[in-house]
């Protein structure tokens, strides 16, 4: 008998428990952000019942019409996957915040169409830490430019930072690439940025991210099942 989603929260929310334990920091530091992509409206019911109120989606259209059909719950919605311009607005009518800003042109259009009605979109910068080729995300070099660009935007308040490394070969290596985000943060608060997130780490890189000071990590098959 497949573990119901109730079960899969509980036994992740034990695995950030023992993580922010191991590092030293308390468990309330870390958010759970269930990734509910290619899941429909039903598995994130059951998982807003067991407590969860933060989900991220990757396909907007998709999210966008989960987002619709469960608009009476009182839900966050965290767009993780990369935006192309002609769905700039659908972003900024319906995410409570955006992980993925990598382009000045991008934060420009949310800010441009964020609605008044609606609170500032709370926004991160992905950056590319490790120089994968096939990831998305600013350059380090280049990161300080964007981050104080789009700290300037009207309609959204840059809270930190996200990143998707490659699969590392051992948690030492692991921790290195996460330790490398965080001291990019550190340094763009020194600056003056007021940043309080750190979006990273993932199944299977959970707890060197969070050892590393991850204060929010993306998981979704170890809650919703394989796909």
Known sequence: MNASIAENLAQVHAQIQA?????????????????????GADAVRQAHAAGQTAFGENYIQEAVDKITELKAL?????????????????????????????????????????????????????VNVDGGETKSGVSPQ?????AR????????????????????QSEAAARSVHRQARLL????VQEGLALDTL??????????????????VRVGTAIFGKR
């Open 74 to 126: 009182p839900l966050e919605w965290h767009c993780i996957g990369p935006i192309q311009s002609n769905k700039t607005r659908l972003v900024a009518e319906h995410f409570d915040w955006v992980h993925t800003i990598d382009r000045l042109k991008i934060a420009q259009r949310l800010s441009e169409q964020r609605p008044a009605t609606l609170p500032p979109l709370q926004v991160c910068i992905q």
């Open 149 to 168: 660009a789009v700290a300037a935007l009207p309609h959204m308040q840059l809270r930190g930072l996200m990143t998707i490394p490659e699969p590392a």
């Open 185 to 188: 943060l550190e340094g763009l």
């Open 142 to 146: 280049d990161l300080p430019e964007l």
């Open 19 to 39: 993580a922010c334990q191991a590092a030293g920091r308390p468990a309330s530091s870390v958010r759970l952000l269930a990734v509910s992509k290619t899941w």
């Open 199 to 216: 979006s990273m780490g993932m199944s299977a890189d959970m707890a060197p991210a969070i050892a590393e000071g991850s204060t929010m």
